[in-house]
């Protein structure tokens, strides 16, 4: 199997737009049903062996504690309640409207109840979840072909993290913005502008230098690994990357370290491409930062001082 078959976006942009509706959906139940953690980190999602989880939610008294599943390999949302009981349905075939009504049947079945803003996010339309029969493109083998990506993705992310020693976040995919990410904290609390939306206020209330995967969207139009410091130092962009296919480039006012997946393919070595090029956009965040970046050290996550391998 290959560890990074292609997907370019022109291949599968009616199976995305459908998936990331069908995620948002999920997500907005799980934002409504957790308990709210710095910087969102109660609301993306994770990888299972199967495709994509919430995680536990609910509980405590409040409603039955439930966890919804994309299981990526079957095709199937599955539902599952504390006590045993247990609901699922075929991904394929769905519109988002059709999936929208199905799941909230599911829940309403178990007693559930999460109030959620049924509206997309960021995908440049604002038809309710519950009309949209336009988008119905769930293409099962288009979509595991994502989920394996992801899957290999989130490993290399996971092995970059480990070699830093402070406050780290998980490795989750964002279903509002279809990416997954990691994000290093220096340290630095920053005071954000009021005029700032409450979302990226609390996402950005620390400095951080953040690495991640996008599958591609319509300003750039083609996967990527990526890296950013934020906020931006003076003169980031003028800092070293490597290999010599990275970038810097513009973006809202800042700058995005790019790696393009495709150039990862074709490497001779593309786990070791894509590490390489992390750790040179972390040396240039971590410079510019002032981040003592020896001192939060941990190669191979071992922070014990005796520990012999």
Known sequence: MDMFPPLPLEEWSDAKETMHRFAQIVGKVRLAASDRRNHWWNVPFHLTGRG???RPMGGLGEMPLFCIDFDLV??????????????EFELAGQSVASFHANLFAVLEGFGLRPEIRAVPFDLGDQVPFAEDSAHAAYDPALINRYWRILSQVARLLERHAA???GKISPVHHFWHTFDIAVSSFTGRVVSGAPQVDPVSREAYSWEVISAGFWFGDAERPWPAFYSYTAPEPPGLEREP????QAEWLPARGSHLAILRYDDVREADDPVA??????RSAYTAGAKLTHLDAQKLACPGGVTDPWYEP
């Open 241 to 244: 990357l490597r290999p010599e």
């Open 52 to 54: 994509l989880t919430t």
């Open 273 to 278: 491409t894509v590490l390489d090029f992390l």
């Open 74 to 87: 079957r095709h199937r949302l599955v539902v599952d309640v504390l006590d045993g009981r247990s609901a």
């Open 163 to 165: 070699g830093f020693a």
